[in-house]
Nanobody
């Protein structure tokens, strides 16, 4: 069992930056591939970024490539999402997720554990 607790987020102006953190409980964090998803009002949850167990491979949605960076610190059991050059269309609730088996998956069904979600609002 892995519990994920998110922090960060908030309100920022267009062009600004935010960093999201997701801390995992337990000793098996390094055995899990990690991902970030987001869900805007009235829309389905969508893939944002993912990172492999070791951190050696990263994956991004086209909409955030070059602006967002996913990273992890296995010693701290934490995964991060650094978001730069934020746009109003990035406004959503952001979720971190852990997958036991799938690296770089863009499907919510392939993630086993989810964080509680954190609101990111980008004003124009």
């Amino acid at each position: 069992q892995v519990q994920l607790v998110q922090s960060g987020g908030g309100l920022v102006q267009s062009g600004g930056s935010l960093r999201l953190s997701c801390a995992a409980s337990g000793r098996t964090f390094s055995n899990h591939n990690m991902g970030w998803f987001r869900q805007a009002p009235g829309k389905e949850r969508e893939f944002v970024a993912a990172i492999s167990r070791s951190g050696g491979s990263t994956y991004y949605a086209d909409s955030v490539k070059g602006r967002f960076t996913i990273s992890r610190d296995n010693a701290k059991n934490t995964v991060y999402l650094q978001m730069n050059s934020l746009k109003p269309e990035d406004t959503a609730v952001y979720y971190c997720a852990a997958s036991r088996y799938y690296s770089g998956s863009r499907s919510t069904r392939e993630y086993d554990y989810w964080g509680q979600g954190t609101q990111v609002t980008v004003s124009s």
